[in-house]
């Protein structure tokens, strides 16, 4: 653990030189991506610091121990008692940190909230869902961009897509997809009966779509000559240049300048872009198809969550955790449930059984 600890530490210090240097202040998306980074990895620094400070006050301690001066070691075997519990503590909190994450986990996140079953009632509650996540996002320091709303006809939303960034935004949000049950009397109840209604959500990584790697081993490179209207290069040099990225089978060409030094920036340029394309695709189906998975059929059956009004209640159902706080909770205390629930992911990393 000591060697890992020391490497990541190591890489501290390099982020910590690159957050200061201008070509990395002057570039938002690299000072983004290198701060993000540095974050992540500054509580395991901090702690891993606290573990080295022990270990050193138990190795002096324990050299105490040995003097033949009778105050000494009792001193010595006083401090012993103190340090070892606090030794097993950072032991146990730096087991958790060094997990491997999920490394989605410090992307930015597009969240969507709809109404499910319920009516007028089921807006109404998106709409509490909405108040209650913004306020929590603000405990975060997170930015926050409505990007598509779509009003409910008593009240709330029955559509809500947020664009969410800001540090590990995802690792944090990644539990709160799937419906969200809501059991109270509603406004518009003039019986006072108690409605059952629900809204779904979904949180989904942001893409970082970042310049396509392309690894030129697996192009293969043509040359051929060139047709056209006329002139002295036409059908004389080989100028044309064809790229064909093998793992895909993606061709891009040019013919378009008469050097081929030049056609051959402007294929290669046409295949990144191509290749841009296709992963853009492909992420976009892939999105498409986990909302699906997370939102289930949107009715009250599959639900994560459930916020019972009159019983000031929250259950997580897949944690079987129940808090009876229900009013704090709606009003974006909601750190506590997310911690409880990655503590439970990370208990099944330890355990071994997640197959991620």
Known sequence: MLDKLGAI?????YLE??????????????????SK????????????????????????????????????KAMAKEELQELEPQKTALEEKLTLLLIPKDPEDSKDVIVEIRSGTGGDEAAIFAGDLYKMYTKYFSTQGWKVDVINVT??????????VLEVSGNNVFGKLKFESGAHRVQRVPKTESQGRVHTSAATVVVMPKLEMEDVNINKADLRTDTFRSSGAGGQHVNKTESGVRFT??????????TDARSQIQNREIALQRLYSKMYDIQREAHQNKVASARRSLVGSGDRSGKVRTYNYSQNRMTDHRIN?????????IEGDIAGIIEALQVAENAKKLEGGDDD
């Open 321 to 329: 955790l129940t808090l009876y706080s229900l009013d704090k909770i």
């Open 17 to 34: 030189e690159r957050l200061s240097d201008p070509s990395v202040l002057s570039d938002q998306k690299e000072y983004t991506k290198v």
């Open 245 to 254: 990225h093998i793992p895909t089978g993606v061709v891009s060409e040019s």
């Open 151 to 160: 009003d409910g006809t008593a009240g709330g939303y029955s559509k809500l």
């Open 37 to 72: 980074e540095y974050k992540n990895i500054e509580e395991i620094v901090k702690v891993s610091r606290e573990y080295k400070e022990v270990m050193g006050n138990i190795t002096t301690a324990k050299e105490m121990q040995a003097e033949k001066d009778e105050d000494m």
């Open 9 to 13: 530490e190591e890489r501290f210090h």
